[in-house]
């Protein structure tokens, strides 16, 4: 008889891709749960053995996990950074506190890296990446849609790779904006989405329309980071916010970002008339060295 897979913990943030993880981990044959994070994940989840938990209610979130029976656990969908003054901890919370402050001073890769620890060494959790539960929302490699970029658009790629790769060592953020040679916008800590609302607030001179598109998205993992928590993402709502940007397309790594539906978004892509590629490790290793 085949081991019976062990019980996946699902920590659910914003996006589509918990309930996706979700439907691929169920078709494997393993149970799940999840543990959807007040204020940001989607109602959908209700369809799943779940409950639901507030930031800062940590003796919460790890009883809920251990009464399921989670051994395994993955941590899925964004989830805005909280404002650490306005978090109500629990007295569990409150004796992490001092730990997750000096954390959060290491930045973003430093916090993930830091609760992953906290969750595997204190509490006896398993953290696994998405991908390790399902590949299929992996990128895959080359163009996700009918439309690939030309020569220029490529070019725009490469200097987006070497912008990302810049503020990726200093733990900012995993996207940037490149049209016709010139870095419009890097990624912070207010997201992709609205990192391409300011682009599509730019005078139509510097950057491109619907009926001349111009520019790319390149979102890329930052040097070293903790990619069972944050690998890059992309869905339908990034394509549809690069097409009403003017943008002529987005670039992900293959392998290395995640896809809540690449049948989906390829249909968007092809609708909005724009591009969706998959680089390999090689380009991108091309377009830094």
């Known amino acids: 008889m085949p081991e019976k897979p062990r019980k996946l913990g699902i920590v659910a943030g914003s996006g589509p891709l918990p309930v996706a993880l979700a439907e691929d981990a169920l078709s494997a044959g393993r149970e799940i749960f999840i ?3 007040e204020g940001e994940a989607s109602p959908d989840i209700s369809r799943y053995p779940h409950a639901w938990c507030r930031l800062g209610a940590m003796g919460r979130f790890v009883s809920l996990l251990k009464e399921a029976g989670c051994e395994d656990v993955v941590m899925i969908g964004p989830i805005k950074r909280p404002d650490i003054r306005k978090v109500m901890p629990d007295a569990m919370a409150l004796k992490m506190m001092p730990r997750l402050i000096g954390l959060m001073r290491k930045g973003d890769d430093g916090l993930l890296g830091g609760l992953v620890n906290m969750l595997e060494e204190n509490h006896g959790f398993h953290i696994i990446g998405a991908h390790e539960v399902s590949a299929s929302l992996l990128a895959p490699a080359g163009a996700i849609g009918h439309l690939a ?6 070019a725009d790629i490469a200097i987006g790779i070497r912008a990302v790769h810049a503020i990726g060592a200093l733990d900012i953020g995993q996207g940037a904006i490149v049209c016709r040679g010139i870095v419009l916008a890097l990624e912070a800590s207010e997201g992709t989405d609205a990192m391409l609302g300011r682009i599509a607030s730019l ?13 790319v998205l390149v979102k890329l993992a930052k040097p070293g980071q903790e990619k069972r928590i944050d690998l890059p993402t992309i869905g339908t709502q990034t394509v549809e916010n690069a097409a009403a940007a003017g943008l002529a397309g987005i670039a992900i790594e293959a392998g290395n970002a995640l896809i809540s539906d690449a049948v989906a978004v390829a249909k968007a892509a092809n609708r909005a008339g724009i591009f969706v590629i998959g680089l390999s490790a090689a380009q991108i290793k091309e377009a830094v060295t």
């Open 35 to 37: 543990v959807g994070l």
């Open 149 to 154: 970029p030309n020569d220029e658009q490529f």
């Open 203 to 215: 005078p139509a001179d510097l950057r491109g329309s619907a009926t001349a598109r111009a520019g």
